[in-house]
């Protein structure tokens, strides 16, 4: 049973736009989450994370979204670039105390220039 | 400020052989975590250590185990390996256990069983 679901395998935008990444979740202990963005041959790199007390978190280009209701989660990515292309990945945890992260499979982007 | 590493980065088993992988976390964090990520799927958690004692598990059988040394870094060890072990194994190191905390992976170390 996936509790942290990337239903997008796959995303191609091109360089400039915007590029949203989504995550659905179905426990709702979750009150944490996190966005890792991973190239190839390397670990998951942190980008963003929010806890259930906000709804929007921004840093630089990178904003993340929490609709706790719908437990719906996304990523937006202003303007893209090509360097962004990478897999996505969401992560979310019952706390940020340092508690295991559940994560979804995982959204390859491909920025086109 | 030299990040997470791992090792080895590859090694290649035989099925019923016993593999042990190395993690060094990240200066000044003292917690690490394990994560198995096969192919085509998100990372697992495997299980974490702090203070030298295993503080969580996830949902891995016994064949699983690991240690933590002094000096925070860990060892995954698995045993009785089976074609299906075959993954990245990823270690993730954060100070722990706080608030607001993000973990830090490695590159992680690709097994193969065959």
């Known amino acids: 049973d996936q509790q942290v679901k990337q239903n997008s395998p796959s995303l191609s935008v091109q360089e400039g736009r915007i590029s949203i990444l989504n995550c659905d979740y179905t426990n709702s202990m979750f009150d944490y989450f996190l966005w890792y963005k991973k190239y190839p041959a390397e670990g998951p790199t942190f980008l963003i994370s929010i806890s259930s007390i906000k709804d929007k978190n921004e840093d630089g280009r990178f904003t993340v979204f929490l609709n706790k209701s719908a437990k719906h989660l996304s990523l937006h990515i202003v303007p893209s670039q090509p360097g962004d292309s990478a897999v996505y990945f969401c992560a979310a945890s019952p706390n940020s105390g340092n508690t295991p992260l559940v994560f979804g499979k995982g959204t390859r982007l491909s920025v086109i220039a | 400020d030299a990040g997470v590493t791992q090792s080895p980065t590859h090694l290649i088993k035989t099925r019923g052989q016993q593999v042990t992988l190395r993690c060094s976390p990240k200066s000044g964090h003292d917690t690490v975590s394990w994560y198995q990520q096969a192919l085509g799927q998100g990372p697992q958690f495997i299980f974490q250590y702090y203070e030298e004692e295993e503080r969580q598990r996830g949902n891995f059988p016994d064949r699983f185990s690991g240690h933590q040394f002094p000096n925070y870094s860990s060892e995954l060890n698995v045993n009785a390996l089976l074609l299906g072990d075959s993954a990245l194994y990823l270690c993730?190191?954060?100070?722990?256990?706080?608030?607001?905390?993000?973990?830090?992976f490695g590159q992680g170390t690709r097994l193969t069983v065959v």
């Open positions: 993730a190191s954060s100070l722990g256990p706080r608030e607001g905390t993000e973990a830090f």
